[in-house]
């Protein structure tokens, strides 16, 4: 198993931000030689759910949500000892078509890069302490859990 460094130096970067996040940027920052495989996830506002229509998103974070955020990373890339990953969850007002989550992961096959970057992507929407209050087109709006 690797050392807690390796470990560490695998995950490039794991953030909360209230900027724009791309899948671009975080495959960018996992790509290299030794990558045969770079998978990417982009989490995209979508414009309805549970048949109403969504406006838009704010989403809300706790403040450990950076620090959770970059322990899920750790704990993904330490499953995953192949992989070099990097995840970025957005944080504010989004709009239709934004990306709210994007994380790229980098392994020498495709097998585990799958495989992490699924792990990753289910763990950060199962653990990280944001929120998202969704507005519908019909005037109503609601809280949801994007953990737990």
């Given at each position: 198993m690797p050392d807690t460094t390796d470990i560490a130096e695998?995950?490039?970067?794991?953030?909360?931000s209230e900027t724009a996040v791309s899948v671009e940027e975080c495959a960018a920052a996992v790509e290299g030689?030794?990558?045969?495989a770079v998978v990417t996830f982009a989490g995209v506002v979508r414009d309805h759910d549970e048949g109403r229509g969504v406006?838009?998103?704010?989403?809300?974070a706790h403040p450990s949500a950076s620090e959770v955020?970059?322990?899920?990373?750790?704990?993904?890339?330490r499953t995953h000892p192949a992989v070099v990953l990097s995840v970025a969850h957005r944080v504010g007002d989004l709009t239709i078509g934004d990306i709210a989550l994007a994380c790229a992961v980098a392994s020498p096959h495709r097998?585990?890069?799958?495989a992490a970057c699924a792990d990753l992507v289910d763990e950060v929407k199962a653990k990280v302490p944001i929120w998202?209050?969704?507005?519908f087109d019909d005037g109503t709006t609601e809280w949801v859990a994007s953990i737990g």
């Open positions: 695998r995950v490039r970067f794991a953030r909360v030689p030794g990558s045969g406006l838009a998103l704010s989403y809300s955020i970059r322990t899920v990373a750790l704990e993904v890339a097998a585990e890069a799958f998202k209050e969704q507005s």
